[in-house]
């Protein structure tokens, strides 16, 4: 099914995706999630796709929840709120949070505007975050009566720190680039014009560089063991999965490149190679 509020393009071994209802400030929608959840389900079951970008159409990044239902926006059961946010495709494509996470392929986030409420918090499970330099960013929900979601009260502090999170969720209060960037929320700023243009660089850095194979299983090490008390659940499986990877052609190849002071022409795909799970890869690859 093609997405409805999302415009997708394939550019050699990059899926862009960009948020698609500028008329609207690409304001966040059921259908919306849903057709977000699509398309990182695309990204990782095809592989000639190395490497998501998430961007939008217009000035504005997300302005957050369409709240053009008014006062009862927000209520989802029984109120107005059911026209967007009640309707949504539920099941496989319906839970975007969890596409974001389990797709095997590193994602890059491209900020062409301001971002608030549920505009910022889908793009936490997002590996990397650029924006331009006149971004703002908003955790707004006290300000609405609502509680941070999509998973952000377990993102937002793993990216900036408790205190940052704590003070950007209850405030609600819009933050300006610069403070982003200091804090960790994104790494780069760039100006309006060169965002997409940096996006790509970025993405064809990993592209053009790195083995798949290793980048789905190093996304997975990091994202599941950085927040671990102490560093015996790493332990526990990076050894072994270096073991199995050791003696493949992908390492055979990266080693040879390097060598011979040439681009790498790793032959693994993330969809057959996958070192097979046992009991210590199950947790890591699940």
């Avoid at 095809?46 to 957050?64: E, H, P, Q, Y």
């Avoid at 936490?124 to 330099?133: G, H, T």
């Avoid at 955790?139 to 937002?156: D, H, I, M, Y």
């Avoid at 798949?212 to 090490?221: D, G, I, S, W």
Wanted: proline fraction near 6%; glycine fraction near 10%.
């Amino acid at each position: 099914m093609e997405p409805t509020t999302l415009e997708l393009r394939q550019d050699g071994p990059i899926l862009w995706v960009v948020l698609h209802r500028p008329e609207a400030m690409n304001a966040y929608t059921a259908t919306m999630g849903a057709d977000i959840a699509a398309a990182f389900h695309r990204a990782d079951r095809d592989d000639s796709i190395r490497v998501v970008v998430l961007t939008a159409k217009g000035r504005v990044f997300c302005a957050g929840a369409d709240v053009s239902a008014g006062a009862g926006a927000f209520d989802t059961e029984s109120g107005a709120g059911a026209k967007n946010f009640g309707g949504g495709r539920h099941g496989e494509d319906g839970d975007f949070v969890a596409a974001m996470m389990e797709c095997r392929k590193p994602s890059i986030v491209a900020f062409n505007g301001a971002a608030a409420g549920v505009g910022l918090t889908l793009t936490l499970p997002c590996d990397i975050r650029i924006a331009v330099d006149s971004a703002k960013f908003g955790c707004v929900f006290t300000r609405r009566g609502l509680v941070p979601e999509a998973g952000s009260a377990w993102f937002l502090p793993r990216i900036v720190g408790l205190p940052t999170a704590l003070r950007w969720c209850l405030t609600g209060a819009m933050v300006p680039a610069a403070e982003a960037l200091a804090a960790g929320l994104v790494s780069e700023l760039c100006p309006a014009e060169a965002l997409e243009a940096r996006a790509r660089a970025l993405a064809m850095e990993i592209a053009e560089n790195t083995a798949p194979v290793a980048v789905a299983l190093t996304r997975r090490l990091l994202w599941r063991h950085s927040a671990e008390d102490s560093p015996k659940g790493a332990l526990a499986v990076d050894a072994r999965l270096n073991i199995a990877l050791g003696k493949g052609a992908d390492v055979h190849e990266g080693v040879s490149a390097f060598l011979q002071k040439r681009p790498p022409a790793f032959p693994g795909k993330v969809s057959t190679d996958l070192p097979q799970p046992d009991l210590w890869a199950e947790r890591l690859l699940r």
